[in-house]
Nanobody
Framework: QVQLVESGGGLVQPGGSLRLSCAAS????????MGWYRQAPGKERELVAR???????NYADSVKGRFTISRDNAKNLVYLQMNSLKPEDTAIYYC???????????????WGQGTQVTVSS
């Protein structure tokens, strides 16, 4: 059973920072691309950032220059450092991972339960 567990959300003032963490646990061969999505009330879920196992990153235009995604492959962790937060960053942030259970085999997408980030004064 593969699980992704997020932590680090909370309430922060505009201009502040938060760091989200996501840990993959269970029995699997390896994690491939991992990343973060978010969903604000009344809006569709959108990609925030993702990172391949080799370290290649992609960001939504709205967070470029403010957010940084990183990972620790040995510990199956992915992080999202969020700086200069804005009220429009308020959302539930979901971790996801393309995880390969067996070798050889294909990756399947797994999701965390989500963590609330609220940016408000």
């Amino acid at each position: 059973q593969v699980q992704l567990v997020e932590s680090g959300g909370g309430l922060v003032q505009p201009g502040g920072s938060l760091r989200l963490s996501c840990a993959a646990s269970g029995s699997f061969f390896r994690t491939n691309t991992m990343g973060w999505y978010r969903q604000a009330p009344g809006k569709e879920r959108e990609l925030v950032a993702r990172i391949t196992s080799g370290g290649t990153t992609n960001y939504a235009d709205s967070v470029k220059g403010r957010f940084t995604i990183s990972r620790d492959n040995a510990k199956n962790l992915v992080y999202l450092q969020m700086n200069s937060l804005k009220p429009e960053d308020t959302a539930i942030y979901y971790c996801y991972g393309a995880i390969q259970i067996r070798n050889p085999g294909f990756s399947n997408n797994y999701w965390g339960q989500g963590t609330q980030v609220t940016v408000s004064s």
